[in-house]
């Protein structure tokens, strides 16, 4: 890219409507100059090709990305991770913010997520380390969103509980127990004081404990329970499946007693989860699984607070 085109990525924030876009943050490693790198992130996410031959336009006004601030580090003799790159020379380690226009993308979680840290940023030119640390969405975006159906709150008013910590287990063994074997334990869990009994995270509709028959025990037990503690209780049934099976889990699960239910959320997918929100009847509480292998390295993928 040429001096005079990097500039094209460049605005500053007081320039731009910033209802109009969502801001991207990352951190980088880069063996070039950090304006030159920054701008081919942008480009890679966005324009990377901002005219047509012959044509007298520049896309870039309205579909490029642009730079709003930069800030380089430290320079290094050697990257954190030498592997991702054979560059020779110093390092230069950035913090950037970049103002994507979302019309870009529009208020859908595969699209926004293929911009923020798809190969565009990840494979990008001149930058060998690069981890996504946030994105700050405006409210008139957020209005596109739902959020929670419940939420919180919603649980506390399901169990009555408002003054203490609600009480949440996991029926262990996790993998193994019968149908009926997992449903005594909640039974005794709940009668001794616990408020929420849940499905482990790796124990789904399988063979050994199918869900049909280990949601509709736990419906049962758990109106037992309720009848003899004069309590209200949970069951967290986790319906973690292929997505085109989410919305006849929820219906069944509902349907034998339970409650609550549980998905593993990245492994899913999260436009799934938003799907199964619109549909259900009951509380959804997401599990965490995958997230360790996108957060857990310091200077690459993505943070946890994304």
Known sequence: MKNEDSKGFYAEQADLAMEDHLIFEYRFESFVDPEEAAAHLCQEQS????????VDE???????????????IDQRETSHYP???NEQGPVYSCRVKIAHPH????????????AACGEGA????????????NITFPDSFLDHFEGPKFGVQGL?????????????????????????????????SWLGGLDIAKDDEMQGDVDWSPLAERSLLMGKARRKAEEQTHEKKMYLANITDEADRLL???????KNGANALMVNAMTVGLSSIRMLRRHTQVPLVAHFDMIAPFTRVPYYGIDSNV
């Open 47 to 54: 324009t990377a090709q901002w005219k047509r031959v012959g």
């Open 248 to 254: 006849e889990l929820h219906d069944m699960c509902v």
């Open 103 to 114: 019309a870009n993308f529009g208020p859908k979680i595969p699209n926004i997520l293929t």
């Open 156 to 188: 506390r008013n399901m169990l009555e509980v408002y003054e203490r910590p609600l009480f949440f287990g996991v029926v262990k063994p996790n993998i193994g127990l019968t149908p009926e074997s997992f449903a005594e334990l909640a039974y005794q």
């Open 58 to 72: 520049d896309l870039r006004c309205q579909f490029g990305a642009k730079v709003i601030e930069l800030t380089v």
């Open 83 to 85: 592997e991702m790159g």
């Open 122 to 133: 990840f494979y990008c030119p001149g930058i060998s380390v690069i981890k996504l640390l």
